[in-house]
Each structure stands twice: as structure tokens, then as C-alpha cells.
């Protein structure tokens, strides 16, 4: 499964608590996604919904 298109990513470095990183692993273990997969889908159900006409202005 494809979460994004390679042109739209943007790497960056995060430091966290090991307790929080072994916490994200094992619910990306569980869903069956990648560590990178399970942080992009934890954020993005964290923000609230854009309104796709205010990202075209």
C-alpha cells in the first residue's frame, strides 16, 4: 500500500523516548505498516481535515 508519492515526501530527523518508539512499533506490527507508515498515519488522523480549496489557494 502506498501512503504518499515519492515528489511529496520530506525527510527529517525525530528524536523520541525509546518507551514511545517500542510503543509506534509495536502498533505498526500490528497494522501490518512500516515505522515510517504507522508515524504518517498517526499524524495525519491527529490534524484536523484540510479543506482541499483553502491547500489550492
Given at each position: 500500500?502506498?501512503?504518499?508519492?515519492?515528489?511529496?515526501?520530506?525527510?527529517?530527523?525525530?528524536?523520541?523516548?525509546?518507551?514511545?518508539?517500542?510503543?509506534?512499533?509495536?502498533?505498526?506490527?500490528?497494522?501490518?505498516?512500516?515505522?515510517?507508515a504507522e508515524l504518517v498515519?498517526?499524524?495525519?488522523?491527529?490534524?484536523?481535515?484540510?479543506?482541499?480549496?483553502?491547500?489550492?489557494?
Amino acid at each position: 500500500m502506498k501512503i504518499f508519492e515519492s515528489e511529496d515526501v520530506t525527510q527529517f530527523s525525530l528524536r523520541a523516548p525509546a518507551k514511545l518508539m517500542s510503543r509506534v512499533r509495536h502498533n505498526a506490527r500490528a497494522n501490518r505498516r512500516s515505522l515510517n507508515a504507522e508515524l504518517v498515519v498517526m499524524i495525519e488522523q491527529s490534524l484536523p481535515v484540510e479543506n482541499e480549496k483553502a491547500d489550492a489557494a
